[in-house]
Nanobody
Framework: QVQLVESGGGLVQAGGSLRLSCAASGRTFSTYGMGWFRQAPGKEREFVAAISMSGGSTVYADSVKGRFTVSRDNAKNTLYLQMNSLKPEDTAVYYC?????????????????WGQGTQVTVSS
């Protein structure tokens, strides 16, 4: 069982930056592949970024590539998402997710555990 708690969301102007964190409970964080997803009002949840168990491999959605960076600190049981050059279309609730997957995956169904989400709002 893994419990995930996101933090770091908020209101930012276009072009600004935010850093999201996802704190995981338990002592097995390093055995889970991790992902970030987001859901905007009236839209389906979409993949943002994912990272392997060791942190050595990452994958990004085309819409955030070059602007967002996913990382993890296994010693602190924490996942991060650094978001730069934010755009109004990045406005959404952001969720972190954990799954027993050995590679970074964009597929939501491989993730068994999800956080409650944190709101990110980018004003124009």
């Amino acid at each position: 069982q893994v419990q995930l708690v996101e933090s770091g969301g908020g209101l930012v102007q276009a072009g600004g930056s935010l850093r999201l964190s996802c704190a995981a409970s338990g002592r097995t964080f390093s055995t889970y592949g991790m992902g970030w997803f987001r859901q905007a009002p009236g839209k389906e949840r979409e993949f943002v970024a994912a990272i392997s168990m060791s942190g050595g491999s990452t994958v990004y959605a085309d819409s955030v590539k070059g602007r967002f960076t996913v990382s993890r600190d296994n010693a602190k049981n924490t996942l991060y998402l650094q978001m730069n050059s934010l755009k109004p279309e990045d406005t959404a609730v952001y969720y972190c997710a954990a799954g027993r997957v050995g590679f970074p995956s964009a597929t939501s169904t491989v993730y068994s555990y999800w956080g409650q989400g944190t709101q990110v709002t980018v004003s124009s």
